[in-house]
């Protein structure tokens, strides 16, 4: 039976203006889901219910938000099969990536369950008598969470398990392509024990999201957003943010470079190229977008690379495939016209291009009925090219060639993004010195651009982000402010800076 859901605020449902056909990518005719979608007036109403609950959900002692948080793990833990069917057939994820999706809310909610009883504060030595200080982390109040839908689960569980833990409530948009993925989620972290309105989900489009935002913030409602999503979004997330005078977060897109030195093992080399190039089709921000490979090893590393593609599985996301088809109709037109990009001084090494169909096989799959694309590998890429500069949404990754580290580094940092990179190396001396000079806030050595810890900071600089962190304790200082606290217990009113006691040295003492 087709699931319909729609927005739940303060635990109700709320009304819908229009509905959203959420599909099957690897079988278009299949509907996962019908999705009634709010309009602005609805996202409004959901932070001004969000900040009348996140009084009370403050109030709540952290220790015991940790354990809602180890709730929620364990919940998830029961249900991580059914959760990662549904990510597969909702996004066309294969379902062994799908499970690990699941898995990394665990290990997220199993991280932070701790962190309420962490959520640390300093006792400070005060330069005064009878006087203490004191620093402490308060919630901010309520976070507007705006996902994306390549990583339906995982992704929203890095800002919502956070944010829950120090006491704030949220408000959350997910992708509407994903709507029924990030419905279960949510049934998932209320049965949990979250009280009505903590945790509330809305399905609007971006129009009515931003406008819904706009006026949130105009009422005070909303203390915090998180978003993930475009480099082209974010800016109009920031810009909005910033008229008032709030600092989003914000976690964007990537052209994640994989530098191959000379030294490098270059199987190694050509496995981590293909699950950074064409894990989840291409479809993650930490991506592989471009290989910059050394003159001396360019000619051996791209024929072991273009053979490790052409023979790589591309199919029916249920069964063991290196990847499915792309997540929806709107980035299947998207990446058909990246590749358009491909130019006359360019050499396709993969095999065939464009949607795998009867007329344009991949070996014996035809792609019947659903949006799967070939893997694409585009040699002679150069720096001012529009493929070298740009992101890539889908299964496509340019090589260049380069000739001295530095050369490569600057190469790697040329497009402006900064989220993940990645370097083949047996130096050690190479390996730091591509650490220091990428611009990118993730570095991984002799692994792919993807693969991210619950327990290390996961974001982005440049076109990648504002320098926001997500994942681990860092992520905290997005949902916390710190508050100062000086506590005079002299009875006499000390003033700092003034009253402080003079310690006179003998300046002119020598021995």
Excluded at 48 to 65: C, L
Excluded at 355 to 361: F, G, L, W
Aim: net charge negative.
């Amino acid at each position: 039976m087709t699931r319909h859901i729609v927005s739940v605020i303060g635990g109700k449902d709320a009304p819908s203006t229009t509905t959203y056909t959420s599909t099957n990518p690897a079988k278009l005719t299949e509907i996962v889901a019908q999705v009634g979608m709010a309009d602005a007036a609805t996202f409004a109403a959901a932070c001004r219910t969000a900040k009348e609950a996140q009084r009370e959900w403050a109030r709540v002692p952290a220790p015991v938000r940790g354990r809602v948080v180890a709730n929620i793990g364990r919940l998830v833990e029961a249900n991580a099969e059914a959760l990662a069917r549904l990510v597969s057939q909702e996004i066309g994820k294969p379902y062994a990536e799908a499970l690990g999706e699941v898995r990394e809310i665990v290990d997220t909610c199993d991280f932070f369950l701790g962190e309420g009883r962490r959520l640390y504060g300093q006792t400070v030595p005060s330069e005064m008598p009878d006087k203490n200080l004191f620093t402490f982390r308060n919630p901010v109040g309520v976070a507007t969470v705006i996902t994306a839908g390549n990583f339906p689960v995982a992704v929203p569980s890095w800002y919502l398990v956070p944010a829950l833990v120090s006491g704030n409530a949220v408000v959350w948009k997910p992708a509407e392509y994903s709507a029924a993925s990030a419905h279960a989620l949510y049934l998932l972290f209320v049965k949990a024990g979250l009280p009505e309105g903590v945790l509330n989900v809305v399905f609007a489009d971006g129009k009515e999201t931003f406008e819904g935002l706009e006026q949130a913030l105009t009422e005070g409602t909303v203390d915090k957003i998180g978003f993930t999503g475009s480099s082209e979004v974010g800016r109009r997330i920031g810009e909005l943010a910033g008229r008032h005078l709030q600092s989003p977060c914000l976690e964007l897109g990537g052209k994640n470079p994989m530098v191959i030195m000379p030294d490098a093992d270059l199987d190694l080399a050509v496995e981590g190229a293909l699950f950074s190039g064409f894990g989840t089709a291409g479809q993650r921000c930490t991506s592989l977008g471009t290989l910059i490979v050394h003159e001396e090893v360019h000619e051996e590393f791209t024929e072991r690379f273009a053979r490790a593609v052409q023979n790589a599985k591309i199919g029916d996301p249920a069964t063991d495939v290196l990847a499915g088809p792309l997540l929806d109709r709107k980035f299947a037109e998207r990446y058909e016209e990246f590749l358009t990009w491909i130019q006359p001084h360019h050499t396709v090494i993969s095999g065939p291009t464009g949607r795998i169909t009867e007329q344009n096989p991949r070996h014996e799959f035809t792609g019947e009925g659903g949006l799967f694309y070939h893997p694409v590998v585009v040699d002679g890429v150069r720096p001012d090219d529009e493929l070298f500069l740009e992101e890539t949404f889908g299964p496509i990754v340019g090589v260049t060639t380069f000739t001295t580290l530095d050369e490569a580094i600057e190469l790697a940092n040329r497009p402006g993004y900064g989220l993940s990179s990645s370097i083949y190396t047996t130096s050690p001396q190479s390996a730091f010195r591509f650490r220091e000079g990428i611009s990118a806030g993730m570095v991984s050595v002799n692994n792919s651009t993807s693969g991210a810890e619950a327990h290390l900071p996961f974001g982005g600089n440049g076109k990648s982000g504002n320098g926001s962190r997500q994942s681990g304790i860092w992520v905290l200082d997005q949902f916390t402010r710190w508050q100062a606290m000086n506590w005079d217990h002299s009875g006499r009113l000390q003033k700092a800076q003034m009253d402080v006691v003079d310690i006179t040295p003998d300046q002119d003492f020598r021995l």
